[in-house]
C-alpha cells in the first residue's frame, strides 16, 4: 500500500499573477538579516552574491519599498538588516505558509493499493 499526501509550494504574486516572492526569497531576507550581509548570506545559502542582490533589487522595486537597509560602518562596522515592510512581508508570508500547512496536514493523504 502507498500512501499519497498532499504538497504545496506558496509564493506570493501581484494581482496581475506576477511572481514576487516564495520560501527562497524568505529564506535570502532571513539569512540576510541574521548574517547582517548580503554576502554571507548568498554564501550561507550557496546562492551567489549576484542573484542575490538582483532578487532583492527587484523585489524593493515591485513592492516599491525598501526590504533591507545598510548600515554605515562605524566600531562594529557596517552591515545589512531588515526594515520593518521586510519583517512584516517575512511574518506575513510565514503565517499564510503555516496556516496552508495545517489545513494539508489535517487532510492526512490517499492510501493506494
Do not use: C, F
Not at 47 to 57: K, P, R
Not at 75 to 101: A, F, R, W
Amino acid at each position: 500500500m502507498v500512501k499519497l499526501v498532499p504538497n504545496v509550494k506558496i509564493w506570493l504574486e501581484t494581482k496581475d499573477r506576477r511572481s514576487v516572492i516564495g520560501k527562497g526569497g524568505i529564506e535570502l531576507i532571513k539569512a540576510i538579516n541574521e548574517q547582517g550581509s548580503i554576502h554571507k548570506a548568498a554564501k550561507s545559502l550557496n546562492m551567489s552574491y549576484s542573484h542575490a542582490a538582483d532578487l532583492i533589487n527587484e523585489l524593493n522595486d515591485i513592492l516599491g519599498v525598501e526590504i533591507l537597509e545598510k548600515v554605515r560602518g562605524g566600531i562594529g562596522g557596517g552591515g545589512t538588516k531588515i526594515t520593518k515592510e521586510g519583517m512584516n512581508l517575512v511574518k506575513q508570508y510565514e503565517e499564510i505558509n503555516s496556516q496552508i500547512l495545517d489545513v494539508i496536514k489535517k487532510y492526512g493523504g490517499i492510501k493506494i493499493g
